[in-house]
């Protein structure tokens, strides 16, 4: 078998990311109530090892993988880039082929997308991208795991995106050719998705609206999703700021939503910026859900990666 790595959603395919939501959703079950750290009665990853590689900083990534990791029965070590050699210009070839030597699986969150495709050029191991400035296909396997749970279906869901259309919003876009649902996007001129993103999910049968009218894409929403202004690596420039003010996710846009619509944010969040307190902290978001989902939903990609699924 070909070394499987997880650089976006299409790596999988339709298919496997429905089994790996599947999996996800039979995983968690078994495990209600467990200690988090106790590996999973078929502790399928036993011995196997996961390098992190960080570029940029990360909680849930970081965690998530790691927990996921103990609960599939195998381990996981980190590596920034300040305390590694790849802080100090080794390459990313020579990292790959170490790293190949040395442990089961590499995932990697840095700037440039380039980086990660380099890395599985030259590695033998799965590699997983845990986040680049293009994409975050990790974040997405939680997003819909969490949106199935709260009983909304994919296949004709209506998810409205709000703000910057940044690499969070890529991968769902992706998702959104795969699975066939809808998904409005409110931004600010300028601040658009990639249109390859946009195209990707158009040609998978997706409808896909870009507005500047955030009420518009609110109406009628069965998902209400947002993300921070300001990603890493962005400078926080004053009239980026001012022209999302209007995208704020707040009471009076989310109930235009559905009276059950549900409210996402990957994390780490600004309130009071892209979302306000009343929204965050209130009975339609999900976000410690969604949160929580990453290390199931990690679990899935890893088995996957490793061929399990
Ligand atoms: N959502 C997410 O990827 O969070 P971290 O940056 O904390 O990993
Ligand atoms: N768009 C954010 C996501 C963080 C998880 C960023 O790239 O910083």
Known sequence: MAVRHFLDLCDAGADALAAMIDDAQRRKAA??????GRADADAPLAGHVLAMVFEKNSTRTRVSFDIAMRQL??????????SSQLGRGESIADTARVLSRM????MLRTDDHAKAEEMARHASVPVINGLTD???????VADLLTV???????????LAWFGDGNNVLHSLLEAA????????VATPPGYEPESEFVELARAGGAQVLLTGDAAAAADGADVVVTDTWVSMGQDHAAEKLAAMAPFQVNEALMARAKDDARFLHCLPAHVGDEVSEGVFEGPQSVVFDEAENRIHAQKSVLLWCFGRL
Not at 73 to 80: C, E, F, K, R
Not at 148 to 158: A, D, M, S, V
């Open 148 to 158: 199935i749970e709260h009983g909304k279906p994919l296949p004709g869901l209506e």
């Open 31 to 36: 495990r209600a109530d467990w200690p988090r």
């Open 103 to 106: 442990c089961d699986a590499i």
């Open 134 to 140: 293009r994409s975050h296909p990790c974040q997405t």
């Open 73 to 82: 029965g195998g381990s996981a070590l980190v590596l920034d880039s300040a």
């Open 177 to 184: 050719g795969l699975f066939r649902f809808n998904v409005r």
